[in-house]
């Protein structure tokens, strides 16, 4: 069970980046998907989530600028960041759940502590 995170780069504010994640030894059917990132000292925070539904959940502070896809059938999940601020500047990580068969219609959780696989992070640097 494997997640490769890649996309990160230096960018320009107002640039845009598109992070990938390729999931390798299991599937994506019935996992929830989350990006976090994480800044030194500071706690690792889930911007975004994608259920099996397709129900997305942002944090506030990404919501309007940065996307969030699956492709189940490729193993791929995909978070498109637009209008890149400095404040998001972190080491970006892809995660997942373990399958769930039931998952809500309404929301799905940002919390680190309801996924289970981690992938390795890919730093995203927005400086001038």
């Known amino acids: 069970v494997q997640l490769q995170a890649s996309g990160g780069g230096l960018v320009h504010p107002g640039g845009s980046l598109r992070l990938s994640c390729a999931a390798s030894g299991f599937t994506l059917d019935y996992r929830t998907i989350g990006w976090f990132r994480q800044v030194p000292g500071k706690v690792r925070e889930g911007i975004s989530c994608?259920?099996?539904?397709?129900?997305?959940n942002y944090e506030d502070s990404v919501q309007g600028r940065f996307t969030i896809s699956r492709d189940n059938a490729k193993k791929m999940v995909y978070l498109q960041m637009n209008s890149l601020k400095p404040e998001d500047t972190a080491v970006y990580y892809c995660?997942?759940?373990?399958?769930?068969?039931?998952?809500?219609?309404?929301?799905?959780?940002?919390?680190?502590?309801?996924?289970?696989?981690w992938g390795q992070g890919t730093q995203v640097t927005v400086s001038s």
């Open positions: 995660a997942v759940t373990e399958p769930r068969l039931k998952q809500s219609s309404t929301y799905c959780a940002r919390n680190a502590d309801s996924y289970d696989y």
């Open positions: 994608v259920n099996r539904h397709g129900i997305t």
